[in-house]
Nanobody
Framework: QVQLMESGGGSVQAGGSLRLSCVASGHTAGIYAMNWFRQAPGKEREEVAIIDSEDRITYTDSVKGRFIMSRDKAKNTLSLQMNNLKPEDTAMYYC???????????????????WGQGTQVTVSS
């Protein structure tokens, strides 16, 4: 089992920045991938970026150029630097991890087995 704990959410005005952090504990040696997802009210949970089996990160168009994700495998942490935040970035942000090998070149949301409780990010205009 893996436990995930997010921190760093909050309220910020448009154009501001926030940095989210996630710490994994438990059986972390088995983790293949970690990622950030977000879910806005009334919408489906979506990934912030796609992680492939070579650890390459492809950001979704909505965050490309503004968000930077980084993982420290030695410390079992995952961070998300969010710059130039927009009101449409308002959502609950979740850290997720998986100890499963991907069915394709990258992991889909269904392949992430472990989830944190989430941290709220609110961006006002």
């Amino acid at each position: 089992q893996v436990q995930l704990m997010e921190s760093g959410g909050g309220s910020v005005q448009a154009g501001g920045s926030l940095r989210l952090s996630c710490v994994a504990s438990g059986h972390t040696a088995g983790i293949y991938a970690m990622n950030w997802f977000r879910q806005a009210p009334g919408k489906e949970r979506e990934e912030v970026a796609i992680i492939d089996s070579e650890d390459r990160i492809t950001y979704t168009d909505s965050v490309k150029g503004r968000f930077i994700m980084s993982r420290d495998k030695a410390k079992n942490t995952l961070s998300l630097q969010m710059n130039n935040l927009k009101p449409e970035d308002t959502a609950m942000y979740y850290c997720a991890a998986t100890d499963l090998l991907p069915l394709t070149d990258s992991w889909s949301i269904r392949e992430y087995r472990y989830w944190g409780q989430g941290t709220q990010v609110t961006v006002s205009s």
